[in-house]
């Protein structure tokens, strides 16, 4: 049933169709007025900050935390977060702030470029983080779709609340993925999500102290695995399983899952393979080799339709959580 475990560090081993996962857990101090730490960034590799130092990072920001700026072609990203507020603004005019349950879903496709800041809106108190990226990889029939970007608000989405026997709780929140009866938001219409034949799950699990939950059998042949992300221990399957360890199990077989005397929190990530070639340099994800140097090729010819934004490292200032899309319609939660 368990088929392999896997500690985990910042970036998760992934199986096809997904990439990769980031784990961003952050205690950010309170903001400044350019929201940015109010802390001194002395001792740090600024720019390529990666570090835990005083419990946070400032990545490839010098100012704010985040990612400014950067390409990506032929994937998406499942931006996922649980804590704190994100800023994007991509090269087709495209811009938003989400967070604190929200989800971000951005198609690539033939290729953009965003930027992606952790904006430290709280000044009288800190900005914690916490937050998933999940890269999910495109067939290639797909890879060169027009980008597709979504804001999936956290009233929206799918949350299931259940009790064991012995009234305990449980929480499923759905990203993607229907659960029982309870079914999950469209995904952009060309991800190798949209298709339920391919069985694509993004579920994050919270049990209770001493909670017993079983994950429900799935279709045969998918790669499914638990990432065990807080907590303590747990039994999975009977095995005694330490938080911080990824866990790859069959997917047709119902899961029994024990939980230990702290709360504990898991990601399911879950979808059958999409068994092509991957040819992957940096941000950009292909089939072949000649594909990624035609992407490197395009990028430096169209820069993917170019910034129009006055800084790489663009956050939105003191406003609420919104989302601009490309034809300029905006809407707030």
């Known amino acids: 049933m368990i088929l392999d475990i896997q500690p985990l560090g910042f970036q998760w081993r992934t199986y096809d169709p997904f990439l990769f996962c980031a784990f961003h857990k952050d205690d950010f101090p309170k903001g400044n007025d350019t929201l940015g730490p109010a ?9 390529m900050d990666f570090e835990i130092r005083d419990g946070w ?3 490839h920001g010098d100012k704010v935390p985040g990612f400014p700026g950067h390409p990506h072609r032929g994937f998406e990203t499942v931006t996922i977060v649980q804590k704190g507020l994100v800023d994007h603004a991509d090269s087709l005019g495209a811009a938003g702030r989400y967070g604190n349950g929200d989800v971000q879903w951005l198609t690539t496709g033939r290729g953009v470029q965003h930027s992606e800041m952790f904006p430290l809106t709280e000044q009288e108190q800190p900005n914690p983080l916490l937050l998933f990226q999940v890269w999910l990889n495109l067939p290639s029939k797909h890879k060169m779709v027009d980008p597709h970007f979504a804001m999936f608000w956290g009233k929206d989405l ?3 609340h259940e009790q064991d026997s012995a009234g305990r709780a449980i929480k499923i929140e759905i990203t993607a993925g229907d659960y029982k009866d309870t079914k999950a938001l ?27 939950w079983e994950l429900p059998a799935a279709a045969p042949g998918l790669n499914r695995t638990l990432y065990f992300f807080e907590g303590h221990s747990a039994k999975i399957a009977g ?3 330490a938080a911080r360890h990824g866990v790859k199990v069959e997917s047709d077989k119902a899961l029994a899952l024990q939980n230990n005397e702290e709360p504990a929190r898991f990601l399911l990530l879950q979808g059958k393979p999409i068994n092509e070639p991957v040819a992957q340099h940096g941000p950009f994800v292909m089939n072949t080799r000649e594909e990624l140097v035609q992407a490197f090729a395009d990028y430096q010819r169209t820069q993917f339709g170019g910034w129009p934004w006055p800084r790489a490292d663009q956050v939105h200032g003191r406003r609420g959580r919104f989302a601009r899309f490309a034809d300029g319609a905006e809407v707030e939660p």
Request: glycine share 6%; charged share 10%.
């Open 39 to 47: 802390a001194a960034l002395t001792g740090r590799n600024i720019g």
């Open 186 to 212: 469209a995904p952009p219409p060309h991800s190798w999500a949209a298709d339920t034949a391919n069985g694509v799950a993004m579920w994050v699990i919270d049990l209770a102290p001493n909670a017993e």
């Open 239 to 241: 095995h005694t399983i």
């Open 158 to 160: 799918p949350v299931v």
């Open 57 to 59: 990072r400032m990545y």
